[in-house]
């Protein structure tokens, strides 16, 4: 199955800034999969991405907060823009590991100060 | 739309003890189904999925699932637990297609000595 490299796996951040996560997968996927983990509660699925086209949001997530970018089959990128309290949570990307169902990075632990 | 229910926040069990973890989906088309497991501050980890087939479906760890069709199960099963075992379960739901992945709100195993 595909390995995902997630990096940070936490950080603490001032209100008003912004956070890049990054995922690097080591083979080539078409599609991968942003989610978030608020605390104590499931994983709500942010966007899809796709390599050369702009990603897909789900309802009540929007690119000016989590622009995405896709720059090639292996790698991605989320950011958390002018962040506040209620975005900390845990970040996960995933990819479709084919017949194996979803594989996902270890996640980044993202608290808002 | 497709959605699933785990109807236990948290399961205690003693060490040694079989345990089941409930897990009822919903959807107007069939489905794949997964349960993943989230040890303490790691990613997600996939368990067992059930595509098609053998409605008995066998994963890691010890663990088993059994698809309900009629009653639109997927209650998860293990006879015998570990400390190890502890962590947080999820059920999860797609719809054939493939792409979006819907998650339970989680069961927290605690195993006991």
């Known amino acids: 199955s595909a390995v995902i490299s997630q990096k940070p796996s936490r950080d603490i951040c001032q209100r008003g800034t912004s956070l890049t996560i990054q995922c690097q997968v080591d083979s080539q996927v078409t599609m991968m999969f942003w989610y978030r983990q608020q605390p104590g509660q499931s994983l709500t699925l942010i966007a899809t991405a796709n390599q050369g086209s702009e990603a897909t949001y789900e309802s009540g997530f929007v690119i000016d907060k989590f622009p995405i970018s896709r720059p090639n089959l292996t790698f991605s990128t989320l950011t958390v823009s002018n962040m506040s309290p209620e975005d900390s949570s845990i970040y996960l990307c995933s990819v479709e590991d084919g017949s194996r169902g979803y594989t996902f990075g270890s996640g980044t632990r993202l608290t808002v100060v | ?113």
């Open chain 2, 1 to 113: 739309a497709q959605s699933v229910t785990q109807l236990d926040s948290q399961v205690p069990v003693f060490e040694e003890a079989p345990v089941e973890l409930r897990c009822n989906y919903s959807s107007s088309v069939s489905v794949y189904l997964f349960w993943y497991v989230q040890y303490p501050n790691q990613g997600l980890q996939l368990l067992l999925k059930y595509l098609s087939g053998s409605t008995l479906v066998k994963g890691i760890n010890g663990f088993e699932a059994e698809f309900n069709k009629s009653q639109t199960s997927f209650h998860l099963r293990k006879p015998s637990v570990h400390i190890s075992d502890t962590a947080e379960y999820f059920c999860a739901v797609s719809e054939r297609g493939y792409q979006k992945v819907t998650f339970g709100t989680g069961t927290k195993l605690q195993v006991i000595p």
